[in-house]
């Protein structure tokens, strides 16, 4: 199945079964970057203000918030680049690997593990489309 959305007359992004893997992950990494200024926009703010280099650990007494202000931000953008990058393998003829939905499971069930109140619930979401959209092989 591919649904076509046409951006202007002379266009189409064809998006289709297979290509969900890399949009869930796009829409994970946003969510991220979005929730940051709202979980963590005095911890940003902070860095900003005190001149963004090397400033996570200046303060000793801000460094634990800081700090998971920073990787907050950063899980954001590597899952952005995750996405682009598994969203060249579902357009290659060789597709997603099945192990890769095994991964997002295992990492799903870490993160559950040491924090069960968090979004990496969303993991075994994407496990299951990952498993749905890889190419058996």
Same mark, same amino acid.
């Given at each position: 199945m591919t649904v076509s959305v046409r $951006? %202007?007359?002379g266009s189409a992004v064809r998006v289709g079964v297979r290509d969900w893997t890399s949009i869930t992950l796009a829409v994970i990494g946003i969510g991220h970057l979005a929730m940051s200024p709202? &979980?963590?926009? %005095?911890?940003?703010s902070d860095v900003l203000g005190a001149g963004l280099i090397a400033q996570i +650990?200046? %303060?000793? $007494?801000?460094? $634990? +918030?800081r700090s998971a202000a920073f990787w907050y931000v950063t899980a954001g953008l590597a899952m952005l680049l995750l996405a682009a990058l598994v969203r060249a393998l579902e357009r290659s003829p060789a597709g997603i690997p099945r192990y890769l939905s095994v991964a997002f499971a295992a990492l799903g069930a870490w993160?559950?593990? &040491?924090?069960?109140?968090?979004?990496?619930? $969303?993991?075994f979401v994407l496990a299951a489309i990952a498993w749905r959209s890889a190419r058996p092989r």
């Open positions: $951006a %202007d007359p709202v &979980l963590y926009g %005095d911890q940003i +650990e200046a %303060d000793a $007494a801000a460094k $634990a +918030e993160g559950v593990v &040491l924090m069960p109140a968090s979004g990496f619930w $969303a993991f």
